[in-house]
């Protein structure tokens, strides 16, 4: 379809519906197959009993409308049964639902009861009708004698409605990590209206096909305490990418895994991979599967102030053309008028929406990046070909209706990319002077990791459209909306699976009404946060960079709460307009022992807003080397020691003379160049156990065993002896964390050699270790 043809077309508002099935080129035969039943069983039990509390796995609501909004819950005593039925057998079981205008339920409003059994994995979407538009509601539900925990939830404001303000927050890719995410235990905290759900809500695995499996990896994410939190605390709008089904699925081809050889094997794993995520989603009765097929694009209208497409970028696109990662040589095919990611209904209706809307602020809510991105800083050029750099034709079809229909204020939304950007849509991406027709923020990932952020950096001089990327942190985008402008606050945390790292606001742009582009807010800037190895019992530095982006000279205060057993000094200094400035804040570990801490660093500057990284950073310290009886620093031969420390290697067998050495298998090292000399390097190792013997002498003696990554995630250290665990790390530590354990042996009356079995699990399942001491 040409663009003449869709501005035509939306012109004289001819919005022609086809066949569903049609449109996503799927056969009737194929939907029948697997289309989900529908429950008219009248033999539900009203008061039923269950194994253990069925709720495990929270409530939600979505979806929200001027006068209703859909209310989530499964049943699932034992979420991650095997089978993927959590727990339950193939009865029906009625269960009641309250919606109240308070959280203590004496005002209740609404009422009703939903039938729930085996055909959707006991799972329960009641649509509440009969709601006052733009009210804050509470909700909870019911099961025999068991009640649920309870949400709250909001409406939509009524039709044309004057709306002055609205503030949401988008979120995406929330790999798995362990059950907690310090993203959402953040979001949770904030003032919202709504959230959207912009794709990967879950990461399949390689043998993820059937039924049971999506269900046990909803049911895995559903257990996490955060993102419960931030389900029972606002609606969630929710849209898939790929992960949910199967890593750049196509339509009904997923290269390499279902190759177009395989379409009917796909469609049928696409099938289970639909109906698991409707089970598991608060999504209405209009978005349950058809077979391989659901309906998952609409519209939300907030007032007269935003309009939202929620679009689906999966389930109608051609397949990918080109190769290469994060991009690869230009495809001549992917600007292929004929290609599409989108579809062509799914193309009419969002150009419908934009051509009818009334709203200030129209939105497109999505999964990828809108915005050309180059990959080759020389004379070549390369895209990534999963985004809308693979499919340029619906682009530039867009692009068009927005330059010669002018909605008013489009504003693209995406995630995908883990990383945070902030793009202006140009006219032409080739021609940085070409018109600004659209705005887009694109936020970075819950918890996964941005393995490509170097590639993108090192591009970013070729792309000048781009305002703002960051690839080096996890978080959310919190948007605050009015008439006069639009604002984008990127909120990151240091850590992605540490619940304690608080969200800190890394950049914030602002989109005036009427004016397409984002301009930064000013403010004093967090650039960078350092500390060395400490010395224990001696004040040492945490240098804190920062920067001041504002026409004025700008006083601020630096000062770090330390835990108990620590002591600190403040710092309080004036940074020039536009200029930059370093100060270090004196922190003293505790004296005598070592020590690792996660240090919170607060920055004042009064009036002046302050964004930048996180601001807390770890700390490690140390004694003296001579005050202890052993202190090795662990890693590379080539690496630099820690002062007072001794090298230790995977070489170091065990030598008597020495005192210390490995017995068996050699290990191998790794020195990640980064942070100071003790912690940069370490000695890893992975599978068989790895026996490290000590001398010790007579009486007993406390060890202290250094682990942790100055870059990857570390899996769970565990030390044993005689088949006694003696110190694990208690779970995986976050990029760049550190945690000292210690545990004592006994030398005896006269000492003696004991040997320690290291070994790993979790994460990687690479044990690590970093420095050993013997007091």
Known sequence: MNNQKWLKDITAKKMTRRNFLEVTGKTAAVAAFFSLPVITSVNAEETPDFSAYPFTLGVASGDPLSD????????????????GNGGMDKRYVSVEWEVAEDEAFKKIVRRGKEITGPELGHSVHAEVFGLRPWREYYYRFKAGNEISPVGRTKTAPGEGSHLKSL????????????????????????????????????????????????????????????????????????TFDDHEVDNDWSNDISDPNYPEGERERFLAVRAAAFQAYYEHMPLRRRSKPNGPDMLLYRKFTYGDLAEFSVLDTRQYRDNQVGKGFPGGPLDPEASNPERTMVGSEQGLWLIGNLHRSQAKWNVLAQQTMMAQYDYDPGEGISVNHDQWDGYSADRDRLFEFIKKRRPSNPIVLGGDWHSSWVNDLKEDFNDPKSKTLATEFVGTSISSGCGWKDQVEAALSVNPHVKFFDGEYRGYVRFHVTHKSWQSDYRVVSSPSNPEAAASTIASFEVKNGKAGAMRIGGVDVTDIQANTMIA??????????????????????????????????????????????????????????????????????????????????AVSVPAGDEFLLALDAGVSTSPVFTSFKRFVPEDTWDNAKGYGWIGTSHSARDRNKLDELQRDMIVGRDAPATLRLAIPAGIHRIYFLTGDAIYTSANTIIHSDNKMLAETGGTL???????????????????EIDLSITGELGDGWWRLVSLMMK
């Open 68 to 83: 209703s909004v859909v209310l989530w819950t499964r049943l699932a005593p034992n979420p991650l049964a095997e089978d």
């Open 167 to 238: 503030s949401f927050a988008i979120a995406s890719c929330q790999a798995w990590a362990g059950g907690r995410f310090a993203a959402y235990k953040n979001m949770a905290e904030e003032d919202l209206d709504v959230v959207f759900h912009l794709g990967d809500y879950i990461y399949e695995k390689g043998d993820t096909e059937t039924l049971a499996d999506y269900r046990l990896l909803h049911a895995q994410y559903k257990t996490s305490p955060d993102l419960q939190a931030a389900h029972s605390a606002f609606p969630f709008i929710v």
């Open 537 to 618: 019992g001696k004040p040492s530095p945490v240098t804190v960079s920062l920067s001041n982006g504002t026409k004025k000279a700008a006083k601020v205060h630096v000062s770090i709460p330390v835990p108990k057993g620590w002591k600190s000094e403040s710092v309080t200094a004036v940074i020039e307009a536009q200029s930059s400035l370093t100060v270090e804040v004196m922190a003293t570990p505790p004296a005598a022992v070592p020590a690792a801490e996660r240090l919170r660093v607060e920055v004042d500057a009064g009036k002046t807003t302050v964004f930048g990284r996180p601001r807390d950073v770890q």
């Open 734 to 752: 976050a990029p760049g964390q550190f945690k000292w354990l210690h545990f004592d042996l006994d030398g005896g009356s006269s000492g003696k």
